[in-house]
């Protein structure tokens, strides 16, 4: 029950994403296959990235054969820590078989880790649709582009991220040399 006495109640810390590029690198993990779809999500990856500020020279794309390839990737550039955020962007479709499922599925868990393990966001741009008329839509068309909706989610993620930094961790392993 509210007290009576004390006329100003105290508030919750509220935390809004801010949507600014200015000094942050991103890294962009874009699948090959289904190219047609998959160079669509990546330009309006980039054009969102450079409207928000991010600088051309600070984005690193690179390209891998496939979706399934996507999650190494970005693993490998998440440990080199030289990125703020990466996007991954692919398309898969579902054809005959349940092979799409069992992509979609372990990808989608894999990245969803790397960013848990590193700390860091990876955005999650993989289409999942029943046909290439779909993954259009989700790319530029009338459904909007997936890629630009990933560009905006990472910079946000950075910047709530930023409001919540990790403390300094002492380097357990140099102090066990000084120890030998």
């Not at 590029?21 to 309006?44: D, H």
């Not at 020279?57 to 080199?80: C, H, K, T, Y």
């Not at 999650?124 to 046909?131: A, E, M, N, V």
């Not at 530029?140 to 930094?165: R, T, V, W, Y």
Request: aromatic fraction near 4%.
């Amino acid at each position: 029950m509210p007290s009576k006495t004390n006329s100003k109640q105290k508030q919750p810390r509220v935390f809004l994403p801010k949507i600014e590029g200015r000094n942050n690198f991103i890294g962009v993990v874009v699948s090959k296959y289904n190219e047609a779809v998959t160079s669509k999500l990546l330009a309006g990856t980039l054009e969102t990235l450079q409207a928000h500020h991010v600088d051309p020279e600070n984005i690193d794309v690179v390209w891998v054969p496939g979706a399934f390839e996507l999650p190494l990737m970005a693993s490998r550039m998440l440990q080199a820590e030289e990125y703020n955020a990466l996007i991954c962007l692919g398309a898969v479709i579902r054809g005959e078989t349940t092979h799409d499922q069992h992509i979609n599925r372990a990808v989608s868990i894999a990245l969803m880790n790397a960013g848990l393990l590193n700390s860091r966001p990876v955005a999650f741009g993989l289409l999942t649709c029943d046909t290439l008329e779909q993954a259009l839509n989700r790319a530029g068309g009338s459904h909007g582009n997936k890629g630009a909706e990933c560009a905006l989610s990472a910079l946000q993620m950075i910047s709530l991220l930023d409001e919540f930094p990790l403390p300094d961790m002492p380097d357990i392993f140099n102090s066990m040399d000084d120890e030998v």
